[in-house]
């Protein structure tokens, strides 16, 4: 039973983005099972900010279609600091629950989460480093890279007021993409969401000028609780952005999935109606180039 569970479980995860049901061949099951992972501390939380968070799939459609994700900022005493949506982590710990129930997985019960999967860490592995932790299919990967800094141009006599502290805004094109963000010298945090970082306060607001991403401060918190900054420590695969955006581009779930011994017999929209099975994994990274 478990063996299957299992497989169901990885099935669900590579398919919940593009559909919220699915009827599988068990017979055609085998098993994925990974080794069990250990949550390691990296540093001890100091503060967290939580942004509102509205991003784009599939770009080809028009008017977009966004999905909201409660994105985490999760930043360490000694500068270690994680991003994540936290609304994905909810949603995968119930998937978890499920599993380990021994029961069926129904998504219609679960949680509404964006589409952003990965983990960004600054100042790990170690100080003037990051980190990308990212999933294609049932495989993880990890990209390791120096810290880099966009080259910010401030935006004169721009003020707001974001969770009450004033606010100037910032300008870059910075890995494919023109960033427009708004940032607070009250809070002395080089800090932001992703890379966004580099400047002489907090970043509390960002957008990239085609709106495809969207990060809103809506929370911030100095955290006096015995709480860390965490990574799972599992086995992945080192790899370039360059070579993941590639992986991402060509990847064929369907074809993953077949491979793995797991046939899908449907799939349903959110609406009850037939879903189309995909052969290509919509993708709109953060990161172009």
Known sequence: MKRIATTLLMATLILSASAQGMIIDKT???STKKGKADTL???QLAYRITYKT??????TKNPYKYRDDDMRLDIGKNGVSRFYSYSMAIRNQMLAGMYKSGGGFDLTSLPKSGFIK???YKNYPAQGKTMLLDRVGMDDYQCEESTETPDWKMVPDSTKEILGYQCQMARAFFKGRQWSVWYTEDIPLDEGPWKLRGLPGLVLSAY??????VFEGVGLEQVSTNESVIIVNEKREKI????LRKLLNRY?????LSSKGIKIISVKEADGSQGKLPTKL????IELE
């Open 28 to 30: 055609q099951s085998r």
């Open 252 to 256: 064929d779930p369907m074809a993953a």
């Open 282 to 285: 919509v993708s709109n990274s």
């Open 208 to 213: 990239d000028d085609k709106r495809q991403y």
């Open 41 to 43: 501390i990296v540093d």
């Open 118 to 120: 990965w983990e960004f």
């Open 240 to 243: 370039s952005q360059k070579n």
């Open 54 to 59: 509205k991003t784009v799939n599939d770009t």
